[in-house]
């Protein structure tokens, strides 16, 4: 430990990671960043290992003061970041000086940001990962007067004239919209809608306000199941699309237990859950099918360009004498995330 972050006001943002990938096999839900792109972003422009605990901050505002000069990204939905009271940029390294106080605040578009630390955070963990589990009660919450260890300090790195940014590390940010099309591969299930099916393609779906980590509830057309046999429980994927009523369509997230007995229609690929995580109540999601070679090579396009940003960063932080994780590529745990 080398600091503290003074939390001011917690809002509704916990301590994170990319999952817990042990979890499943033990009944519990995998769980972690929602959206796994951003979150990744956040911990590489730091010089962090991709899976280093970080915030995960959702629709409210965010206040927190460093009592020691660090090193911070900020990434996810559009928001105004302060520190210290002058405006700074998302999706680059950013000093915050001992005694200054970050400000998140105007979160818009989007629902979730990621806040990283160079070299992150203490936080306790559970089969190797602090995630938070709301199930087994796990996890850490920010409450207002709560404090974070910080593990690691860097002296402030600001450009001397005009205090304009110094990192311009290019990293391509992924649109975040109001209207969403979502990309899903055919279910286990999708015979037994028959014709119906394809209502999932045809029309647009509202998010619901009963939407969270561990789901998306979708109002729309929904497509119909032709059979009346029973559906046994059994190993269900995240990104999984369920038709468990008449009323709502369920899209399951990180969060959904890993077992279930509604028929699969769909599973939303990787990059698309990483949309959804974004999604309001009341933006509206159209669905689009592909296929999982399609998905598997958007899938690896994106983290090339993780894996490109992450030999900027050390080439970057290599010239300023600064420490960084990111030697190496995190595409095997990455594999291992989504496929958990």
Known sequence: MTGTLLVQQGGHSVVTDLGRVRGPRY?????????????????ILVGNHDNEPLLEITALDVRLRSTED??????????????????????????????ETISIRAMRGGLRAYLAIHGSVETPTLLGSCAPDTVVGFGHRLMDGDSLATRRSVRPIRQPYFDLPLFRLGLSRPGISTHPVIEVTDGPDIEEFGET?????SGSYTV???????????????????????????????GAVEVPSRDELLVLHRG??????????AVVTSLSLDALAQARPGHLITFRHT?????TANHRSAMRELDKL????NTVFGLLGLQSGTTGSGANALESNQTA
């Open 291 to 295: 296929t999982v070679a399609e998905a």
């Open 27 to 43: 009944g519990l839900p995998v769980n972690g960043a929602l959206d796994q792109f951003s979150a990744r972003a956040a911990n």
């Open 310 to 313: 992450r030999t900027r960063v």
């Open 256 to 265: 959904r237990g890993v077992t279930a007995g509604y028929p699969v229609m």
């Open 70 to 99: 660090i090193l911070i990204s900020v990434t996810g939905a559009s928001l105004t970041l302060t520190v210290g009271g002058r405006e700074c940029p998302q999706w680059e390294p950013v000093s915050v000086a001992a005694g």
């Open 197 to 201: 099916a394809q209502k999932l393609f």
């Open 208 to 238: 619901g306000d009963r939407s969270n980590h561990i789901g998306l509830r979708l109002r729309g057309d929904l497509p119909e199941r032709q059979l009346t046999s029973e559906v046994l429980s059994r190993g269900v994927p995240v």
